[in-house]
């Protein structure tokens, strides 16, 4: 992969932003460090046509096997020129990097996630436990990406 000097992208809007309403669902003793689960997802489309790529985390805590608090929301980012960044193999149905600006998109896409869990759950039972940090090649091996043309 070679690293090109100056790829110019930002982000455009944040959108489908979701939550589930905590309040009254969590009984506020049996939530601790040892009984709080989380479970999170992470996704991307690219859109070639579009030079555009919507990145999309996720997380649910759980307690006890219940979901009781699930987030989500889309990152929508324009990227100058897609094709200085990557090309796709259609025969062999392959994505292939030029500039691996994942790393970036994740990260920035999945901590702004948690500012929006964070304010979310203030005031309820979960505003002490914060989504994990999550090491950014973590996010990048858990990705999964789809491709429109």
């Known amino acids: 992969m070679k690293e090109a000097a100056n790829v110019k992208f930002r982000l455009i809007s944040i959108t489908n932003e979701s939550h589930t309403d905590i309040h009254n669902r969590v009984d506020m003793p049996t939530i601790s460090d040892e009984t709080l689960q989380y479970q999170y997802k992470i996704g991307s489309v690219i859109n070639l046509a579009e030079n555009t790529i919507v990145v999309t985390p996720s997380v649910r805590y759980c307690v006890n096997n219940a979901v009781i608090f699930?987030?989500?929301?889309?990152?929508?980012?324009?990227?100058?020129?897609?094709?200085?960044?990557?090309?796709?193999?259609?025969?062999?149905?392959?994505?292939?990097m030029k500039v691996n600006l994942f790393p970036i998109l994740l990260s920035a896409a999945y901590n702004s996630l948690r500012g929006i869990v964070f304010a979310n759950t203030l005031s309820s039972?979960?505003?002490?436990?914060?989504m994990p940090v999550i090491d950014t090649n973590e996010l990048v091996i858990k990705n999964g990406i789809s491709v429109i043309e």
């Open 125 to 130: 039972p979960l505003e002490n436990y914060p």
């Open 70 to 96: 699930e987030a989500k929301a889309d990152f929508n980012y324009s990227v100058l020129s897609l094709d200085a960044v990557m090309s796709l193999d259609m025969e062999n149905k392959k994505l292939n």
